[in-house]
Nanobody, 114 residues
Framework: QVQLVESGGGLVQPGGSLRLSCAAS????????MGWYRQTPGKQREWVAS???????NYVDSVKGRFTISRDNAKNTVYLQMNNLKPEDTAVYYC????????WGQGTQVTVSS
């Protein structure tokens, strides 16, 4: 069974950094676009960033210049480097595989607070 497992969340002060990882099991990781989303209580899940199979990234405007999405196809892993974090970045972050049947991870909590 294919799974996505996120890690790397935690508590960080404003201005700090975190790197999230999403490890995928199964085959053919490299052919899929991958993405990161986030969700806060009472709000819809929000797209944050995505990266195509050949590596082209896209970002929501609110994180441009601060977040970087990347992938290592040899490790079946996608990353989200988050710098200059702000309190409004606080959310549960989810990894997603863009496939005919979307695949989601279980989420990892990111809290930005002093």
């Amino acid at each position: 069974q294919v799974q996505l497992v996120e890690s790397g969340g935690g508590l960080v002060q404003p201005g700090g950094s975190l790197r999230l990882s999403c490890a995928a099991s199964g085959r053919d990781f490299s052919i899929y676009s991958m993405g990161w989303y986030r969700q806060t209580p009472g709000k819809q899940r929000e797209w944050v960033a995505s990266i195509m199979s050949h590596g082209r990234p896209n970002y929501v405007d609110s994180v441009k210049g601060r977040f970087t999405i990347s992938r290592d196809n040899a490790k079946n892993t996608v990353y989200l480097q988050m710098n200059n974090l702000k309190p409004e970045d606080t959310a549960v972050y989810y990894c997603r595989r863009f496939s005919e049947i979307p695949l989601w991870g279980q989420g990892t909590q990111v809290t930005v607070s002093s």
